[in-house]
């Protein structure tokens, strides 16, 4: 009934066109190298800001949806893959691409991204209330121990170092306890700067690490460091034989990337790699594997999408992001003042079903606006990278200044994106430090709140079982890492 309610709205001639704008600026953004999803939606961001919320939560969904199509095209047809859960793709794809088979394995990253998030948000139009109610159900405790679980989760699943992905976790924590103290009403870190008494500007923090410093290590790449870009001599099509080999991926793959992507500590690069694994097993054309199997593309890029879907179940139910990309939109609601968690779907009804049905009809239009067009996506990954960084930091100076008026905010801009350049040529990820800050001060006030109901006992943590086995999950996901690389190497010296 509410879902109905929410294509109701979602129809509107007004939020239509919304939808078809979102995703069209999301693919024309994201389609370009180096431009993953999460960098896409802070690039354009600031734009949403002029609109009413229903409206522009439609457009930023459509944003969302389009910006993680545009990054399978580079992966294919470049090697460049946006986010780490494209690189499987590139390993089938770019091969595909060099055979002249670059139009077939756009086509089925296309209709796998469509099949795969279709039952994935039917899935999340499910899952979600019923994922609320738990969520009303869950004390103080458990709520930190679920936070603390997914921040570890985050963290030893991007870059290749867990105490480098912690460090960036702990930047982005501190960047949280700016401003006024919430129940002391102390000002913290603010060193006498007025506009820091509220806080950083999450916007321009956001912008900062994901735009601007996209832009800086674009710039000093150079033009020895592009990468030549295969064009598409045939259709963007499949034919009879490599329909058959896909469907069945894109269905395994949906049926990988849902479930973990909904998970607290979920994300996208646990199924699309453990896809293209499972896929590689399967296949009876071992031999092509590594040269271009179309099952390589189709399954990982339906795990990604469907994972992508998912992440919205505990980000919508519970208020926690799980990747980047989803942290973003979790800003998206902020900026209107809409916190999601538990009581989301009460308080804001309308808004959320509304949010639901856009995506599922954002859906279609990616696939019916895409597949026609693909070619002309193309053509944009031959602007010159000069005209491309240009592009970045204008469009990034201009949103951060509408969105505040404030020169400080796009000063912290370009402050986040020195830091966040210098991070990335160091090996440092940089979702941990936009999740961290964003979920930083909610962990805080949930920590509070638990000592305060146990009249200052830490043993709450440990003695209500919940809470507990949460705890002891996010020490076996932040000591099994390491675990896996001593043995690989233990394995590794002794084949030798």
């Known amino acids: ?33 180096g431009l993953g999803p999460a960098t896409t939606l802070a690039l354009l961001l600031p734009l949403t800001l002029v609109f009413e919320p229903v409206s522009a939560l439609v457009l930023f969904a459509g944003i969302y949806y389009g910006s993680m199509y545009g990054g399978s095209t580079t992966a294919i047809l470049m090697n460049i893959p946006g986010e780490t859960s494209s690189v499987p793709t590139t390993l089938e794809g770019y091969p595909m691409a060099r055979r002249g088979r670059g139009g077939a394995a756009l086509a089925t990253a296309a209709i796998g991204s469509f099949v795969a998030g279709t039952l994935a948000m039917i899935g999340v139009v499910f899952l979600s209330p019923l994922m609320s ?54 000002m913290r870190y603010a060193f006498g700067v007025a506009t820091l008494n509220d ?17 800086f290590s674009l710039a000093s790449r150079g033009p020895e460091g592009s990468t030549p870009i295969i064009g598409l001599d045939g259709p963007v099509w499949m034919n009879k034989q490599e329909w058959k080999r896909s469907w069945k991926p894109w269905l395994r793959g949906a049926g990988l990337g849902f479930p973990i992507g909904a998970l607290p500590a979920g994300g996208a690069e646990i199924p699309t790699f453990l896809s293209y694994t499972i896929e590689r097993r ?6 092509e594997w590594g040269k271009g199997a179309i ?17 919205l179940i505990p980000l919508l139910t519970l208020g926690i992001p ?29 808004l959320v079903w509304t949010l639901l049905a856009s995506m599922l009809i954002g859906n279609v239009m990616l696939l019916v606006l895409n597949l026609p067009m693909v070619k002309i996506w193309v053509k944009l990954l031959s602007i010159p990278e ?22 400080v905010d796009v000063c912290l801009a370009y402050g986040a994106g020195l830091v966040g350049f210098f991070l990335r040529r160091s090996g440092y990820p940089i979702a941990p430090i936009i999740i961290g800050a964003l979920l930083g001060p909610l962990l805080e006030e949930q920590f509070r709140r638990a000592m305060s109901f146990s009249q200052g006992d830490w043993t709450i943590f440990l003695t209500r079982p919940v809470s507990a086995v949460i705890l002891l999950l996010a020490v076996a996901a932040l000591v099994a890492p390491a675990v896996f690389r001593r043995l690989s190497k233990t394995k590794a010296i002794a084949s030798e």
């Open 282 to 287: 399967l296949s009876r054309r071992k031999s």
């Open 1 to 33: 009934m509410h879902l109905f309610e929410g294509f109701s709205t979602a129809f509107a001639l007004q939020n239509l066109l919304f939808a078809l704008v979102g995703v069209t600026i999301g693919t024309l953004v994201g389609v370009l190298p």
């Open 386 to 407: 000069p005209l491309m960084v240009a592009g970045i930091l204008v469009f990034s100076t201009l949103g951060v200044w509408s969105s505040s008026n404030s020169i």
């Open 322 to 350: 799980t990747s980047a990309t989803a942290g973003m939109l979790l800003l998206a609601f902020q900026m209107y003042n809409i916190q999601p968690g538990p009581l989301l779907f009460e308080s804001e009804s309308p």
């Open 133 to 186: 109610e738990v969520g009303k159900a869950l004390q103080p405790a458990e709520y930190f121990a679920i936070m603390v679980f997914a921040f570890v989760t985050v963290t030893s699943l991007v870059g290749d170092s867990v105490v480098k992905g912690l460090a960036s976790l702990a930047i982005g924590l501190g960047i949280g306890l700016v401003g006024i103290d919430s129940l002391t009403g102390q």
């Open 199 to 215: 806080g950083v500007s999450l916007v321009s923090l956001a912008v900062g690490l994901f735009a601007i410093s996209e832009a």
């Open 295 to 311: 099952e390589g593309v189709a399954g990982p890029e339906a795990a990604n999408n469907a994972a992508f879907s998912g992440t």
